[in-house]
């Protein structure tokens, strides 16, 4: 017999972890997280290129539930925000729930039998639900570049980074300079004999102010729960003052310009450098990057930053637009990655469509975690479920609230199946479309995977977080169409 269980989580990051353990604290037991890595912590064990850190300060991109005084820095490096989610999934008991290497082929809704089929790659099993946490940067984005098959070098992406490789000495090309590449960058300029950084638009760079903890900083937040409280909700509110560039009014842009214009004077003394990395769009538009050794390390006598465009990939160089040849020994992606967790294409619903399918045609969900046509499906971080002004925790947190008041809402009342209602979610997207249309991300002069490629909003809630977790504190079972079986359902 096919394997089943009452709830199935697709993915073991921040998102999975968390909904794991809130279900284990509603008294749900029959659960598996799916995981295809072979280790838990989504983007925090797949990305461990050099320099890989958060630009959310950790007291702030941390559980509120599992709050940890002992940070080592300001904002957590790749490892240590590892090692804490290993160390919350473990003192929480969900790691039995977790099957690593285990990945999603398909997922198909079964009308008949009320129950999602799953196929991966460790044999089938079928759920009452099927939750998804798939991470949103965990899937590598190449661009599309003439010649690129023919390059003789060594070529990898920074979510693939080749720890085995030496770029001592060599002559390394780095295309894009996203919020990854702004932090690799520095860890290997020092090490190269030439660091070309290819740039389609220059990020804005605002001083990050990182900084070690000191010993008597973590025993006072052990010891004081208060003084811990005060300092993530500084955080918040700071974070959350982003919102007035990005869905208030754009002239409050000038502070957080200023932030940005004053880092460059600071730390580039080259004027033809200075004009290079200087944005051409309102800040906001698209990600603003905390950084404070990115331009220094493009000061150096062996960085050169080009933005003429590249024309094609020869087997040893890289030729410009503008003619000119640049030999290249290794080729660096820091390009980002794809807006859709490649998972999506597998999970079809009832009318036989994708997830992917429904996000192609437009970015919609309602409130970032149902879908309409998903029977028993919920997910976190879905469009219109991420704020660009907030911590992407806060967010997952909003969520899973959401999601474990819908399983114990359903669960007591006896509920086999239940689908959002098609006009609940189309009256959302056309809310999120109302509130975004005069957004710094449509209306900043740039590009960015913030928008569609016809210049929607891509996903971003368009309001302060706050009011989306008022919105999402309750399950709203009038907003669905449910079916009641004739005996409740016990404790699972």
């Keep these: 017999m096919t394997e089943h269980h009452h709830i199935v989580i697709l993915g073991a990051g921040f998102g999975g972890i968390g909904l794991a353990i809130k279900l284990r604290e509603a008294g749900f037991r029959d659960l598996v997280l799916l995981e295809r890595a072979a280790d838990l912590g989504g983007t925090w064990q797949a990305n461990t290129y050099p ?36 160390r919350v999934a473990t003192d929480h008991d969900v790691v039995r729930h977790i099957r690593l290497n285990t990945e999603l082929l398909e997922a198909r809704w079964d009308e008949d039998a009320a129950v999602w089929r799953l196929r991966t790659s460790r044999g089938e099993l079928t759920a009452d639900y099927f939750l998804s946490a ?23 992406h920074s979510l693939h980074w080749d720890h085995e490789h030496d770029l ?6 780095v295309i894009g300079t996203g919020a990854s590449a702004v932090q690799f960058i520095p860890e290997i300029a020092p090490k190269v004999a030439a660091l070309t950084v290819f740039q389609r638009s220059a990020p804005w760079i605002v001083p990050r102010m990182d900084r070690g903890t000191l010993d008597l900083e973590r025993l006072l937040l052990r010891r004081v729960p208060l003084v811990r409280k005060a300092i993530r909700g500084t955080w918040y509110v700071l974070i959350e003052g982003f919102g007035l560039v990005g869905f208030v009014d754009n002239r409050f842009r000038h502070p957080y310009e200023l932030l940005g214009r004053a880092q460059l004077l600071r730390q580039i003394r080259d004027t033809r450098l200075r004009e290079k990395v200087t944005p051409d769009y309102v800040i906001g538009c698209k990600r603003a990057i905390f950084a404070d050794a990115y331009f220094p390390a493009l000061e150096r006598d062996n960085v050169e930053v080009v933005t003429d465009g590249i024309a094609e990939v020869l087997p040893h160089a890289i030729r410009t637009r503008a003619g000119a040849e ?3 020994d290794t080729l660096i992606f820091g390009t ?27 970015p919609q969900t309602y409130l970032g975690t149902a879908l309409s046509g998903f029977p028993n499906f919920f997910c976190t971080l879905g469009p219109f479920g991420v704020a660009g002004n907030q911590s ?27 689908e959002l209602r098609p006009a609940v979610q189309n009256d959302f997207v056309d809310e999120m479309a109302r509130r975004s249309s005069e957004t710094v991300w449509l209306t900043g002069g740039c590009q960015s995977y913030y928008t569609t490629a016809d210049g929607q909003n891509a996903g971003l809630y368009p309001s302060w977080s706050f009011e989306y977790r008022r919105r999402t504190k309750h399950f709203d079972i009038g907003s669905y169409d449910v079916d009641i079986v004739a005996e409740r359902v016990g404790v699972q």
């Design 326 to 328: 640049i030999p290249v």
């Design 168 to 173: 001592t000495g060599e002559r390394v090309a």
């Design 336 to 362: 980002g990655f794809t807006s859709t967790p490649t998972a999506y294409e597998r999970i079809t619903g009832r009318t036989g469509r994708s997830v992917a399918d429904l996000y192609r045609e437009r």
């Design 392 to 418: 992407a925790i806060y967010m997952i947190e909003s969520q899973i609230a959401y999601i474990v008041d819908a399983l114990v809402t359903l669960r007591a009342r006896g509920v086999r199946r239940v």
């Design 51 to 86: 320099g890989c850190a958060c630009d959310v300060p950790s007291h702030l991109y941390s559980y509120s539930f599992a709050p940890n005084p002992n940070w080592s820095r300001t904002y957590g490096k790749q490892p240590e925000i590892l090692a804490y989610l290993r």
């Design 134 to 156: 798939a991470g949103v940067f965990t899937e590598a984005k190449y661009p599309d570049l003439p010649g690129l098959d023919s390059f003789a070098g060594k070529t990898f």
